[in-house]
């Protein structure tokens, strides 16, 4: 008699979850061809098609929806008793997955992640970035990270307490050759650029003062998708960037950029690490929100003292 192996079954839901190989790949960790052997070695061992497979889409077969209706429940309990196994472990371990937005994640890296790895050596995080708000569940992630006023209400949140803010600057060079903007509408004279956001949108620069907000649709020599290669063409001198200030920081503290409207940035809602209510976490997922905690605690208790 055949046996089946865990991730096989996990293959198959994953798919069926996700509605796609590539991204039930990405859920798994592995790739799309083994994840493509894995189904096909199932489906051989039991003499039928679980999907139908076509250039643009993925669907159970019948024989595939009436397998996932009996084997969906069980693999379920199965991954419980496991978790709970897991839970009784002294030494945080295995993989931790995480989904934030790239702007956060560049934020938390180098001071939660990096850290946290370096204490708990054993343990592996996967971090994966995107635009989009996913449902960190259905998706198959541990932890969340998004702005606190995204953070569904449903969830477990662990405010981060960081103070962020957006940052306009240019280079040196281009602002010796042109005034300083003194308003947001100024740099309608000025080329930016301009930034796309994951939903193909323009994204149009925020700023306030006093209660006072703007909206400026900049232009500019050259659109991007992504704040590292916005930094590049800002260095070089392209024109005024919109960046947060995390990410400029240190070019600024060394003379690279030079900041402007500095007094139309005010404080933005701060991080939130979120996730789901848990019967049996693993020592691994335990330590990390116990080290996320502890993280806002001191970077609260450094803003007070500061």
């Known amino acids: 008699m055949a046996r089946h192996s865990l991730i096989e079954l996990d293959s198959v839901i994953a798919i069926m979850r996700k509605g796609s190989f590539r991204a039930a790949a990405i859920e798994l960790g ?3 061809t083994a994840l493509s052997n894995a189904v096909g070695k199932l489906e051989h061992q039991l003499g039928v098609r679980l999907f139908n497979r076509t250039t643009r889409s993925v669907s159970l077969t019948d024989a595939g929806r009436h ?3 009996k084997v969906g429940p069980a693999l379920q309990d199965i991954h419980e008793a496991m978790d709970a196994a897991r839970s009784q472990q002294e030494t945080p371990s295995g993989t931790l997955r995480i989904n934030a ?3 956060a994640a560049r934020e938390i890296l180098a001071q939660l992640v990096l850290p946290f790895l370096r204490r708990y050596p054993q343990v592996h995080v996967d971090l994966v970035t995107e635009g989009r708000l996913v449902d960190i569940v259905a998706d198959g992630f541990d932890i969340g990270i998004r702005h606190v006023d995204l ?5 477990i949140a662990v405010p981060l307490g960081r103070c962020r803010r957006y940052a306009v600057v240019a280079s040196p060079a281009y602002f010796g050759q042109r005034d300083k903007p003194q308003v947001p509408p100024d740099l309608l004279t000025h080329p930016c650029i301009r930034v796309r956001l ?3 949108a323009l994204y149009r620069w925020q700023f306030e003062k006093h209660g006072r907000q703007a909206q400026i649709d900049v232009d500019g020599p050259i659109t991007l998708d992504e704040a590292s290669l916005a930094r590049i063409a800002v260095l070089d001198g392209f024109g005024i960037g919109f960046f947060m200030e995390s990410d400029v920081q240190e ?4 003379g690279r950029l030079v900041r402007v409207l500095e007094d139309w940035t005010p404080p933005l809602s701060s991080l939130c690490l979120y996730y789901p209510s848990r019967r049996n976490p693993s020592a691994a997922f335990r330590a990390f929100i116990d080290h996320a905690r502890d993280f806002a605690a001191s970077t609260v208790a450094t803003r007070e003292t500061g």
């Not at 953070?151 to 969830?155: E, L």
């Not at 070019?251 to 060394?254: E, G, K, M, R, T």
């Open 251 to 254: 070019d600024v503290a060394a």
């Open 30 to 32: 592995m790739s799309t």
């Open 198 to 200: 994951p939903n193909g």
């Open 67 to 69: 397998f996932v209706g």
């Open 151 to 155: 953070v569904p209400s449903d969830m």
């Open 101 to 103: 937005f790239a702007t």
